[in-house]
């Protein structure tokens, strides 16, 4: 769909983080059109389309397949509720973005996965740290170091997620209509799991599952997890070539600060990212680059500039521009299905089940 024409988005779902991490972003995009709303609760969804300027509501995500002409469709659901939503989403056979992860458990997103092997529909997933400035630099940085050998040979990677105030007053200007919100079908526990290990495993998926994801395309291959630490602060992994991996999780905490942080190493020097709280706008993360090749060569530290633009605007454009197939999607569905699968090998070696 590479021309000209407008994109026509239309929004299942104008909750929290419908509205103030993804429809606020998407009205800015030139290219792009949020065509409709579909939203049980009318009041909030009659508000929010006058404060955007959508022209249409409707109350089912069935009404609006059913009328509106879509070029992609914004489904901004908690992710318990996906095996339950994305079956008639994906016989519409439109583009479809989705919060992360893909399901709350294996069993709902392999059976998504088989729904989209039927359709012409395709799924992104919404890692939002894959199109920060400082993320998308510092993998093609990584990449670049790869493929020269000037540092030496990838050694080490190692994300840091404190909990800490992931919101940053990202929620200013929330819309709510008063209504109350109906009762919700949502997804059935994995089968595979006792319901305090399911609660375990899901609370791990829904803090965590961003940083598992970032993990494998940093090292831009397969990992799996080889230890997990009574704690429940970190787990250590190795890549399909046998890198080491490891992923900190609070081990200490912060108020009004977010520390993220991804430390890619190599034998002569490293990359370092930074991260923003999730919903800080206008704000990219952080990268530095740390290169000693030896041989007299004198080292060198590199802090580029990067653009002000926050990762959800950019994950927005990022989605516009896979639907007219100027790029593929960041990350989609089949590779967000190992995510599920590396969570239960956590889940496994952390409680033993």
């Given amino acids: 769909m590479s021309d000209a024409s407008t994109t026509r988005i239309g929004f299942v779902g104008v909750g929290s983080m419908g509205q103030c991490a993804h ?57 318990n509720r996906h095996g339950m939503l994305l079956p008639q989403l994906i016989e519409a ?32 997933v919404g890692y939002h740290k894959r199109s920060d400035p400082a993320t998308e630099y510092a993998i093609r940085t990584v990449r670049g170091l790869q493929d ?111 520390q993220e942080s991804v430390l890619v190493a190599f034998e002569r020097g490293w990359v370092k990212v930074e991260l923003p709280a999730p919903l800080a706008t206008h704000r990219p993360g952080r990268v530095e680059v740390f290169k000693d090749p030896g041989d007299g060569v004198v080292p060198e530290t590199l802090v580029p500039q990067l653009p002000w633009e926050h990762a959800m605007r950019r994950q927005a454009r990022n989605f516009v521009a896979a639907i007219r197939g100027d790029r593929k999607p960041p990350c989609e569905a089949r590779e967000a299905l190992e995510d599920l699968r590396v969570a239960r090998q956590y889940i496994r070696l952390w409680k033993g089940v």
């Avoid at 458990?105 to 088989?114: K, L, P």
């Avoid at 940053?168 to 799991?193: H, K, N, Q, V, Y």
């Avoid at 090292?219 to 399909?240: C, H, I, K, N, W």
Wanted: hydrophobic fraction near 40%; aromatic fraction near 10%; include cysteine.
């Fill in 23 to 79: 429809l606020r972003n998407y009205v800015t995009i030139p290219e792009c059109e949020v065509v409709a709303i579909s939203e049980l609760r009318r009041k909030t969804s009659e508000a929010v389309a006058r404060r955007y300027g959508v022209p249409r509501v409707y109350s089912t995500a069935a009404d609006m397949l059913a009328e509106e002409e879509l070029d992609g469709i914004v489904a901004s659901q908690p992710f």
């Fill in 148 to 258: 020269s050998g000037e540092i030496g040979k990838l050694k080490y990677v190692r994300i840091l997620m404190p909990a800490g105030d992931w919101i940053a007053s990202g929620f200013t200007g929330l819309i709510d209509g008063g209504d109350p919100r109906p009762p919700l079908e949502w997804e059935p526990p994995a089968p595979d799991m006792e319901p305090d290990m399911f609660g375990a495993y899901t609370s791990f998926v829904n803090y965590y599952i961003h940083q598992v994801n970032l993990m494998r395309h940093f090292l831009g291959e397969p990992y799996t997890v080889r230890y997990a630490d009574p704690s429940g602060v970190m787990l250590a992994g190795a890549s399909a070539s046998g890198v080491a991996c490891v992923i900190e999780m609070s081990p200490y905490q912060t108020t009004i600060d977010w």
């Fill in 93 to 124: 056979g439109k583009p479809i973005f989705i919060e992360k992860p893909l399901s709350a458990s294996i069993a709902c997103g392999e059976a998504i996965v088989r729904a989209l092997e039927q359709s012409t529909a395709w799924i992104m």
